[in-house]
């Protein structure tokens, strides 16, 4: 069994942003617009949008895009006012971002890094951390809260994306029969290791929520609102069964 999982989830997610994977299209010129004219709407889970209210005030903040890339989310934050910087281990994602970037005319910081280990950034340097849906593809997630923590600054904001585990419960093609135990984890299961470098899903995990909202607590965050959300298709999605957790947590002045 092949451990390097992080190389593999980042050769996997290029994949599939050339592919048109959903969360690696850049925004058009239309949308930017609207956002520089405080018209805009992004999203931490798949479909709903993040409440205007979990925001700080965006003109002049400085704002982490935490395995972020894609054009998505960074665009229209500076259209608002801030200075944005992206860490994505994918090179693809970060493509997206530099594209927008050239086309709108503005600069961005663009780091490509792993953030399983310590952030590349001094203590107290962001006002936001904008973290969508993503640690899923990584087995601890314990030391990102923590460096999420050290990064933002007293009053920060930490707005995050997080799989509670029920999808990986079930075969990617069907969403009625219960195949796969939790917690999903390919590193400790050969078989399952194989059928997902085979079908091309990269090495994901499931976590709980000890690990997902306990995780932010301890790493001394304070949570200040919360909602779930669905994958907005699919058997799962038709009955209305929460796949989805969105948090907003604050690291106290």
């Not at 956002?35 to 992004?42: I, S």
């Not at 979990?54 to 801030?82: D, H, N, Y």
């Not at 936001?128 to 600054?153: G, T």
Request: net charge negative; with cysteine; charged share 25%.
């Amino acid at each position: 069994m092949n451990k390097d999982y992080i190389q593999i989830n980042s050769e996997t997610i290029d994949g599939w942003v050339k592919n048109g994977w959903e969360w690696g299209k850049p925004i058009d010129h239309d949308t930017w617009v609207k956002a520089a004219q405080g018209d805009w709407k992004v999203y931490l889970t798949p479909t709903k949008s993040v409440p205007g209210d979990w925001f700080c005030e965006m003109k002049g903040a400085r704002v982490l895009g935490l395995a972020s890339g894609g054009g998505q989310q960074m665009p229209i934050f500076t259209a608002a006012g801030a200075k944005c910087t992206v860490l994505d281990y994918s090179e693809e994602q970060l493509r997206m971002e530099k594209l927008v970037a050239d086309r709108e005319g503005y600069t961005i910081d663009l780091i490509r890094a792993d953030m399983t280990k310590p952030l590349p950034f001094e203590a107290e340097s962001f006002d936001l951390i904008f973290h969508p849906v993503s640690n899923c593809y990584v087995e601890d997630v314990l030391p990102i809260w923590r460096e999420c923590f050290r990064v933002l600054k007293k009053g920060g904001i930490l707005l995050a994306g997080l799989d509670n585990g029920f999808n990986y419960l079930f075969g990617e093609e069907e969403e009625t029969t219960i195949r796969y135990r939790l917690p999903y984890n390919p590193l400790k299961d050969e078989a399952l290791y194989e059928e997902s470098v085979k079908n091309n899903w990269g090495i994901q995990f499931s976590h709980t929520i000890e690990e997902q909202i306990g995780g932010q607590l301890a790493a001394g965050f304070v949570l200040k609102d919360v909602y779930q959300d669905t994958n907005g298709y699919g058997k799962l999605e038709e009955y209305g069964v929460p796949t989805f957790w969105a948090t907003k947590a604050v690291k106290p002045v």
